[in-house]
């Protein structure tokens, strides 16, 4: 069973940053495909970007050169570093992890078998 467990988020303000992490086990990371989802008040949970077991990033149009996605297969983490935030990233963040080599942003939340408990991130003055 893998587990996933999110540490980070708050509140910032705009143009502020924040980073989200999130430790595993049960699996070895190397062997997973790993993702962030953002669920906005009243809207689904949609991919923000997702990383390669390879350790390539891909990122939804909106977030690119804002965030960036890492992975330390040594350590068991991955992180979400969200740089100039605007208001509407405001919500809870879930990592996500499959098995698998690969991600894909248009990938729903239910290609994904294992998810951490979310960080609340919100964005205002």
């Known amino acids: 069973q893998v587990l996933l467990v999110e540490s980070g988020g708050g509140l910032v303000q705009p143009g502020g940053s924040l980073t989200l992490s999130c430790g595993t086990s049960?699996?070895?990371?190397?062997?997973?495909?790993l993702a962030w989802f953002l669920q906005a008040p009243g809207k689904e949970r949609e991919v923000v970007g997702c990383?390669?077991?390879?350790?390539?990033?891909l990122y939804r149009d909106h977030v690119k050169g804002r965030f960036t996605i890492s992975r330390d297969n040594s350590k068991n983490t991955f992180d979400l570093q969200l740089n100039e935030l605007e208001i509407e990233d405001s919500g809870v963040y879930y990592c996500?992890?499959?098995?698998?080599?690969?991600?894909?942003?248009?990938?729903?939340?239910?290609?994904?078998?294992?998810w951490g408990q979310g960080a609340q991130v919100t964005v205002s003055s």
């Open positions: 996500a992890a499959v098995l698998g080599p690969r991600c894909y942003l248009h990938d729903k939340a239910d290609a994904y078998h294992y």
């Open positions: 049960g699996f070895r990371l190397e062997h997973l495909a």
């Open positions: 990383i390669h077991s390879s350790g390539n990033a």
